[in-house]
Nanobody, 124 residues
Framework: QVQLVESGGGLVQAGGSLRLSCAAS????????MGWFRQAPGPEREFLVA????????YYADSVKGRFTISRDNAKNTVYLQMNSLKPEDTAMYYC?????????????????WGQGTQVTVSS
């Protein structure tokens, strides 16, 4: 089992920045790839970015490329999402997720474990 806990969300003005953290426990952190997703009101989660076990590979959705940066610290069992130039349309619940499969994946169903989410609200 893996437990994931996100933090760092909040209210920010458009153009501002936030840094989300996701702390993992319960299994060796470096054995899984990590991803960030978000969900605005509605049924679907949107893939944002994934990072490989070592941090050597990343993959970004076009919607956040150039504004968001993922990183991980395996010594601290934590993955981060630095979000810059935030827009009102970035308002959503943000989730981190762990993927035990070998490659980076954008598909929600591929991820094995999920955190409870942290709310990000961007005001105009």
């Amino acid at each position: 089992q893996v437990q994931l806990v996100e933090s760092g969300g909040g209210l920010v003005q458009a153009g501002g920045s936030l840094r989300l953290s996701c702390a993992a426990s319960g299994r060796t952190f470096s054995t899984f790839n990590m991803g960030w997703f978000r969900q605005a009101p509605g049924p679907e989660r949107e893939f944002l970015v994934a990072i490989s076990r070592t941090g050597g590979s990343t993959y970004y959705a076009d919607s956040v490329k150039g504004r968001f940066t993922i990183s991980r610290d395996n010594a601290k069992n934590t993955v981060y999402l630095q979000m810059n130039s935030l827009k009102p349309e970035d308002t959503a619940m943000y989730y981190c997720a762990a993927d035990l499969s070998p490659g980076l994946d954008t598909r929600e169903l591929q991820y094995n474990y999920w955190g409870q989410g942290t709310q990000v609200t961007v005001s105009s």
